[in-house]
């Protein structure tokens, strides 16, 4: 093989490359471009959507709030367990899960603790519960779901942590909770109102 036939082959090697290059950077580019116009229209998953539609209608909730819920506590994983304890979709201690079963006139069914529909009808009557006694503010209903709704009284009743209008929430974990819930909530209405 002569060295004349081997510039050719170079050269449809080197443009193939330099082709090839090109391709990636467009495409890099146009997938940038797409995220800063669409913005961050991630569709967030509406796993159980019969059985939180179910729970949400009984106790009077948007079901929204309620998958925002069910995002930020289980990420749809029934059989999640928390490191306190929490169990299910709707990450219930049994503490609170007896305490609904009592005001719904129930007995509490520990075993089925994991069924979806189960724990959602448990879950949504406790989240129902805290939004009335919250007057429908999800930032307190949701506080209350994750510390408890002591602590959201004591808060709501100091100056130092409730002006009348923001709550400052103390616990870095719920307070962390609470802007998961707003911003799932948030995303969840937005594409229930774009039909997705």
Not at 61 to 82: C, I, Q, Y
Not at 164 to 180: A, D, S
Request: charged letters at 25%; a negative charge.
């Amino acid at each position: 093989m002569n060295a004349g036939s081997c510039a050719p082959r170079r050269h449809s090697i080197l443009l193939a490359v330099l082709i090839a290059a090109a391709v990636i950077a467009i495409l890099a580019f146009a997938a940038f471009v797409a995220k800063k116009v669409l913005g961050h229209r991630q569709v967030y998953k509406r796993a159980y959507e019969t059985e939180i539609n179910a729970a949400a209608e009984k106790y009077g909730l948007d079901p929204n709030l309620v998958f925002a819920v069910v995002r930020t506590e289980s990420s749809f994983d029934p059989h999640a367990v928390s490191s306190a304890g929490a169990q299910g979709l709707m990450q219930l201690m049994d503490v609170a899960a007896e305490w609904v079963a009592m005001r719904t006139g129930t007995e509490f069914e520990k075993e089925r603790v994991f069924e979806p529909e189960y724990n959602l009808d448990l879950g949504c009557y406790l989240l129902s519960y805290l939004m009335e006694r919250y007057n429908g503010d999800i930032r307190f209903a949701a506080a209350a779901y994750n510390a408890g709704s002591g602590a959201v009284d004591r808060w709501l009743a100091d100056p130092e942590y409730y002006d009348g209008e923001t709550l400052k929430i103390p616990y870095g974990e719920t307070k962390n909770y609470v802007e998961k819930v707003l911003n799932a909530y948030e995303k969840y209405t937005e594409q229930a109102k774009d039909g997705k």
